[in-house]
């Protein structure tokens, strides 16, 4: 029987669930254990597919396309394992669920109610992807903090679950902060006890306790929170701050978190953990013998969470060349035909990152201008990719007013248009091209041999596309098609001949990025940054 895990926050939020989550899965999965975690978000929205990126941070797409909360981009890059459609879901999803069968008529004229109606399809929801035999553990993140009003239905759902579940297939880990009081020089249990009082209030005693902390938790302190806790001493769970989130992993198993949960759900702890090829990237993270300045040009630098997966995508590449990256942020806002070369000068590479709308647009093209013309390591992605396309057009092709029908719909020369099968919709929420696609690789493109193979597959999230009405002009100018989708023959890479790193994608790499498995573009990227860094 597959066990379950629920990991609740208390105290205040971003305390980290995603991250605790994630490092408990990575033990187990070391201990043998097939692991996989689900994230189940309080708000109403359907998916965060059509969040403002400052709202909540960057949406991860899955493989099969689902549009996701940032944590989902965790668990895979811990695990080395794809998460899909239920590993994410939302208040938004659990009522349109209910309504939908409501509206079907199989309630059989009942009220609808929250409980028992959506507290059942909450439960239905937790136990997916642990009825088919694929986990033996299943940890569910419940987003938000305790005492919420929109995250009541999942704590209720939570206590009716453990309790139908029976004492050694379901245990609950609460996540809370122990302040330090720097006037009087002590760190604080009375927030944790207040957490864990909500916490009884509704139902649930918590199994263990992991307490995020600035300084180091003494034996009188855990005794203290464990009697007033109602939990043993050794299930207070010191998470102190880490200098890189790569590190809790090891800090859990130090604090034996992956031992005290197996113990409770009565499993065996016989195997030790293989951590040995993870312990190998933190010393290559910790130790770099070399770093590179790499500028991440986008309009939402000023949360670095809304470009989440690219910077951790940086940081597995900066691992496996041994060097630093230091990622600037650069508004795409704020750069000009007349500020460009200042603001740029000095990196080794340029990323222009993915995102929608003009606004920040024509900064893009004016950094892609300077790095193509400068001999610097560029990397495009999605619409960074297609301002790479613009800007050659423009400027080498002389194709005055190029444009992409997003910005200009009646742009003289539509280099990057809308593809045809998303003409007709009007929704906005899950109707992009997403997920998973073929790509076939050119041979003897730079592309196919950073791939080491000529079919890959990439995720997805766009609607417009380069117009293939213009294919043979570029490729007579010099910009490669080297990446074709075999079905549509849409362009999903270009390249550039004769220039020591100059490549867009279409698709998001950073999504497949992994502690094990660094992508590909991003290592040669890195390792291009890092060549020119060196010929300064």
């Known amino acids: 029987m597959t ?29 043998g254990y097939r692991v996989t975690i689900q994230k189940f978000d309080p708000y109403i929205n359907i998916d965060p597919g059509t969040l403002n990126p400052y709202e909540h941070g960057e949406c991860y797409v899955t493989e099969d396309g689902a549009e996701t909360d940032l944590d989902l981009g965790h668990y895979e890059r811990f695990l080395n394992t794809p998460t899909s459609q239920a590993n994410n879901i939302t208040t938004g999803r659990i009522y349109q669920n209910v309504i939908n069968r409501e509206r079907e008529g199989a309630f059989l004229g009942k009220t609808v109610q929250v409980v028992p109606h959506i507290t059942d399809e909450i439960k239905r929801n937790f136990k997916i992807l642990g009825e088919n035999g694929q986990y033996d553990i299943v940890i569910t993140e419940i987003g938000g903090t305790v005492g919420d009003i ?53 139902g649930i005693q918590p199994d263990i306790l992991v307490c995020r ?47 005290t949960v197996l113990a409770k759900l009565k499993l065996s702890t016989k195997q030790e953990p293989e951590l040995e090829s993870w312990k190998d990237f933190l010393g290559r993270l910790k130790n770099p013998t070399a770093e590179v300045r790499i500028g ?36 795409s806002e704020q750069l000009t035909t ?54 050659f057009g423009r400027h080498v092709l002389n194709l005055e007013g190029a444009s992409s029908t997003e910005m200009h719909q009646d742009t003289p020369h539509p280099v990057i248009g809308m593809m045809e099968e998303q003409k007709n919709i009007t929704a906005k929420g899950g109707t992009m091209r997403l997920g998973s ?11 196919a041999a950073i791939y080491g193979t000529p079919h890959i597959s990439e995720r997805h999230r766009h609607r417009y596309e380069f117009n293939n009405e213009y294919l043979h002009q570029y490729e007579a100018a010099g910009m490669i ?31 497949k990025s992994t502690v094990a498995k660094p992508h590909p573009l991003f290592v040669n990227f890195v390792a291009a940054s890092l060549a020119y860094a060196r010929k300064k």
Not at 3 to 30: D, M, N, P, R, W
Not at 154 to 177: D, P, S, Y
Not at 314 to 322: D, L, M, P, T, Y
Request: with cysteine; hydrophobic share 40%; net charge neutral.
């Open 296 to 331: 991440l040009v986008g309009k939402y630098v000023e949360l670095p969470d809304a470009y989440k997966s690219i910077i951790e995508a940086f940081i597995h590449a900066g691992a496996k060349n041994e060097c630093k990256v230091k990622v600037e942020y650069i508004h």
């Open 437 to 447: 696609y073929a790509c076939d690789l050119k041979r003897n493109s730079k592309a």
């Open 213 to 259: 902390t600035e300084h180091p938790l003494n034996q009188d302190i855990r005794r203290k929170v464990a009697q007033f806790c109602n939990v043993n001493v050794n299930a207070v769970i010191e998470s102190i701050d880490a200098s890189t989130i790569y590190d809790v992993p090891l800090l859990m198993l130090k604090e034996q978190l992956d031992k």
């Open 338 to 391: 007349e500020n460009a070369i200042e603001r740029l000068k000095g990196l080794d590479g340029v990323l222009v990152a993915p995102g929608f709308g003009q606004r920040g647009f024509e900064g893009k093209i004016e950094a892609i201008r300077y790095v193509r013309e400068n001999n610097i390591p560029f990397f495009g992605i999605c619409l960074g990719m297609q301002c790479a396309v613009i800007e």
């Open 481 to 511: 098609p080297s990446g074709i989708n075999p079905q549509t023959r849409l362009v999903e890479i270009v390249e550039l001949k004769n220039h020591p790193f100059f490549v867009g994608a279409q698709f998001h790499p950073e999504l």
């Open 3 to 31: 066990k379950y895990i629920f990991v609740t926050g208390g105290v205040s939020s971003s305390l980290g669930k995603g991250i605790i989550s994630a490092s408990l899965a990575k033990l187990l999965q070391a201990r």
């Open 150 to 202: 929109e995250s009541l239905p999942f704590i209720e759902a939570v206590r009716q679950f453990k309790w139908e579940a029976g004492g050694n297939n379901a245990l609950v880990i609460h996540l809370t902060l122990v302040p330090f009081l720097a006037a009087a020089g002590e760190l604080k249990t009375k927030p944790t006890q207040h957490s864990v009082k909500m916490l009884l209030e509704y």
